[in-house]
């Protein structure tokens, strides 16, 4: 299994400003993606991250507004850029172990919780 | 696009109840996967199935995939008051490489 780790857990932002979301997995993964969850919502996926490359995004977002950076197998960043309220949601980070039996098992950290003002 | 649906949005039992929750796609899935979410907390992976008509159990947990690969159903017999929380199907069309779509959930509340 992995244990996936998101900082800051919690934040309340001004209007405008950035905030950049990091997340630790404790073993080498195939895929990590970003997802965002509106209180008592569904998961929409943000984008998956790729490895010293680009970002794939899913329709309605972009990388100007939702930078992401994954430098190695185990660290990734999102950034939730010129934030307005409508941005206010929980960001998880999730990823897919590599190889095994469960090798399309999917792992979620606690996720960010993000208010903007 | 492909979407998943999945009903109840949601159920309250008395404990000792059965639950079901159903998930149904207009194609045809490679594979479906369910996660349990707490109050508060985060998806968990519970299980995948892949084969047409796939059928598996883990302890009170039922789970089933339909024969066209077309939709799924969760089932607890006996609730208890852990089996509080969201239930979510998700579903993933063509191979391993493309990404899991996510039904709406179920919120499930059990009464003591």
């Known amino acids: 299994s992995a244990v996936i780790s998101q900082k800051p857990s919690r934040d309340i932002c001004q209007r405008g400003t950035s905030l950049t979301i990091q997340c630790q997995v404790d073993?080498?993964?195939?895929?990590m993606f970003w997802y965002r969850q509106q209180p008592g919502q569904s998961l929409t996926l943000i984008a998956t991250a790729n490895q010293g490359s680009e970002a794939t995004y899913e329709s309605g977002f972009v990388i100007d507004k939702f930078p992401i950076s994954r430098p190695n197998l185990t660290f990734s960043t999102l950034t939730v850029s010129n934030m307005s309220p409508e941005d206010s949601s929980i960001y998880l980070c999730?990823?897919?172990?590599?190889?095994?039996?469960?090798?399309?098992?999917?792992?979620f950290g606690p996720g960010t919780r993000l208010t903007v003002l | 696009g492909q979407q998943v649906m999945q009903i109840p949005q949601y159920q309250h039992v008395q404990e000792g109840e059965d639950f079901t929750t159903y998930c149904n796609s207009s194609t045809t899935l490679s594979n479906i996967q369910w996660y349990k979410q707490r109050p508060g907390g985060h998806p968990v992976f519970l299980i995948q199935?892949?084969?047409?008509?796939e059928v598996k159990k883990q302890k009170r947990l039922t789970f089933q995939f339909g024969e066209a690969k077309k939709n799924s159903s969760l089932h607890i017999t006996a609730t208890q008051t852990t089996d509080v929380g969201t239930y979510f199907c998700a579903g993933r069309y063509g191979g391993s490489a493309r990404q899991l779509t996510f039904g709406s959930g179920t919120q499930l509340t059990v009464l003591p």
């Open positions: 199935l892949v084969k047409s008509g």
């Open positions: 073993s080498q993964v195939t895929m």
């Open positions: 999730s990823a897919r172990t590599s190889g095994g039996a469960k090798e399309n098992e999917q792992f």
